[in-house]
């Protein structure tokens, strides 16, 4: 499927000399790099792999996955959690599951799981950060909070066509989690203040270590 440039094969064999020459081929091999933490460029060439293949042995040409494989930007904020909440909401809008908590392999119950562990994010997610704003750190352009009542509110929703939604007769989600929302809101909007954050046992259980007596922080029942 490639070939490597005649520059490169030279520079494999040791017959590269002048510095130019050297700085041509680290800039290759460096694009290379990239292309191999690409998951665009891995579908890429996977893609062409099997239509090779296939077309090889239909004895055929063309394009085996014409529009199979696209890309959408994301612009904004909206765009953001429209395709956030879409993928968390596969399992309940296929039938599979019946909440955003129930449902495997997705990225909301990753969240609700390390919230009720009391992590402050879940691992290998991006965290959220909160309304934008001037000292705004890294992460997701909204409360956790308000992408869960999203999510929510968009799985109740019943729409001809669709197999799955979220019943009405479902608790709204902070109450199916057990928390309280006057508490959760607290919570969610002073978490800068707090150094340390969590439930009350999860609090006491670090306080020795910090040889500290008194239960301060935001406590999230």
Request: proline share 5%; net charge negative; hydrophobic share 35%.
């Amino acid at each position: 499927m490639h070939r490597a440039p005649v520059l490169i094969q030279r520079f494999l064999k040791g017959e590269t000399s002048t510095e130019a020459e050297k700085n041509a081929c680290l800039t290759i091999i460096q694009t290379w790099r990239e292309r191999l933490c690409s998951i665009s460029w891995f579908m890429r060439l996977f893609n062409q792999y099997i239509a090779n293949e296939a077309n090889r042995e239909d004895d055929c040409t063309g394009h085996f996955w014409e529009g199979r494989f696209k890309s959408q930007a994301l612009l904004d904020e909206t765009a953001l959690a429209a395709a956030m909440a879409y993928v968390d909401l596969n399992p309940v809008r296929a039938g599979i599951s019946e909440t955003p908590e129930t449902s495997d392999f997705t990225s909301v119950k990753a969240r609700i799981e390390s919230l009720q562990k009391d992590e402050i994010s879940a691992p290998s997610l991006f965290p959220f950060a909160g309304n934008p704003r001037s000292d705004m750190p890294d992460g997701l352009p909204f409360r956790l909070l308000d992408y869960l009542e999203l999510v929510d509110w968009t799985g109740r929703q019943i729409r001809t066509g669709q197999c799955g939604h979220i019943e009405s007769s479902q608790l709204p989600i902070l109450e199916r989690l057990g928390l309280d929302t006057h508490t959760w809101l607290k919570v969610c909007t002073q978490i800068e203040k707090g150094t340390l954050i969590g439930s009350v046992t999860a609090i006491e259980s670090v306080l020795p270590q910090l040889n500290r007596q008194r239960r301060t922080g935001l406590q999230i029942p």
